[in-house]
């Protein structure tokens, strides 16, 4: 009931402010306070087609359906200054003024349907982008290790294991609470939040050992096969194609592992590694690094600007001004229930109550 009566709360603030106009009085008031420099930098993952969502196994705070993201790109073409990552870096620099509402739009990891559904709309609405590649998976059928966990928590459940015990021991309570709930068809939104916590402690687990859970979880079932083609990255042809328009490239690190808690050396190649496969395979300079999961700290901000880098992308919501650290830029997630409203349509007042950075 709560959540229910808070996005009707949202639904109803977006649709009035929107409606009169009162957030654009706002927005402008503040773009001036701001010496015409206040960009938001909108962060986007997978784009996934309503009819085509089986077989997806990444956390629906990730997803964008494509009906939902043709009306965010066209509601952004329509209302915002949208412009590339380095147009906008390099107004940073010059202390060029911005046009109002002023946006940019980025997208992580390389999801093999953002060639394939982001593309296209993004042409149809002539908007640029940036995409920060993980390398290390680019061109590979392999699935990140958070999908395999939400597929393999949801075939254990569905086959009703009672033999099988993936996580006594040492490992995670959080895990052993989800496979307990799941198989006693838990409500979604609780199975939801149980697996949300599980996340979050695999997050910062050692990598052999989250592995080894991985592989025991594996083991729980016969004659299974991850649905790759559905949870992969482009390929380099397919990225290739995308540079011919407006869409640019920055890095994601080699294996998207958390910089801040991997190994000395891991982090080196994290940075200078990815940089440099992707310069030399796209033939281009990259200039910007998007955090992992975004976690940094002030020795890794540090590493990033040593690497070569120019600029560095969190996960930290707001708008950017001439105040905001160029190493430490902010970004607002982007996902299905940013502009969904009540009724469960497309919802422009709720979509441009996010886009403010206000929620």
């Not at 407006?246 to 998207?256: A, D, E, L, T, Y």
């Not at 002030?298 to 590493?303: K, L, Q, W």
Request: hydrophobic share 40%.
């Amino acid at each position: 009931m709560k959540r229910f009566i808070k996005g009707f709360i949202k639904d109803l603030l977006g649709w009035f402010l929107y409606a009169s106009r009162a957030l654009d009085v706002f927005l402008l008031i503040r773009h001036r306070l701001y010496g015409s420099q206040g960009t938001v930098i909108l962060l986007y993952h997978r784009v996934i087609p309503r009819d085509r969502k089986d077989g997806v196994c990444s956390f629906p705070g990730i997803v964008v359906s494509r009906e939902s993201f043709e009306k965010q790109m066209r509601f952004l073409s329509e209302h915002y200054n949208v412009i590339s990552l380095d147009d906008y870096l390099e107004a940073r620099v010059k202390k060029i003024p911005l046009p109002y509402k002023t946006a940019v739009i980025t997208f992580d990891d390389g999801w093999k349907d953002n060639f394939l559904y982001a593309l296209p709309l993004l042409k149809r609405y002539k908007l640029p982008a940036t995409i920060f590649l993980t390398a290390g998976f680019i061109g590979k059928e392999e699935v990140f290790w958070p999908e395999k966990l939400v597929f393999l928590v949801k075939q254990i459940a569905a086959s009703r294991s009672k033999t099988c015990k993936p996580v006594e021991g040492e490992f995670l309570e959080e895990l052993r609470q989800l496979l307990d709930s799941a198989a006693n068809n838990l409500r979604e939104d609780k199975f939801r939040l149980l697996l949300t916590r599980a996340m979050e402690k695999l997050l910062y687990l050692e990598e052999s050992r989250r592995n080894t859970l991985i592989a025991r979880l594996e083991s729980c079932l016969n004659d299974f096969e991850y649905p790759s083609e559905k949870n992969s990255c482009m390929n380099w042809e397919q990225i290739e194609e995308m540079k011919r328009f407006r869409i640019s490239f920055g890095s994601h690190g080699v294996s998207h592992d958390i910089l801040t808690v991997v190994q000395e050396e891991k982090i080196a190649e994290e940075l200078e590694v990815s940089k440099r496969v992707i310069e030399d395979r796209l033939g281009i300079e990259v200039k910007s690094f998007a955090y992992p999961n975004g976690d940094y700290s002030e020795d890794i901000v540090e590493r990033v600007r040593g690497a070569g880098y120019e600029a560095a992308l969190t996960v930290d919501p707001g708008i950017n001004t001439l105040k905001t650290d160029i190493f430490r830029l902010k970004r607002i997630n982007i996902h299905e229930g940013v502009s969904t409203g009540f009724s469960g349509n497309f919802s422009k007042g709720l979509f441009s109550l996010y886009l403010s950075g206000l929620l």
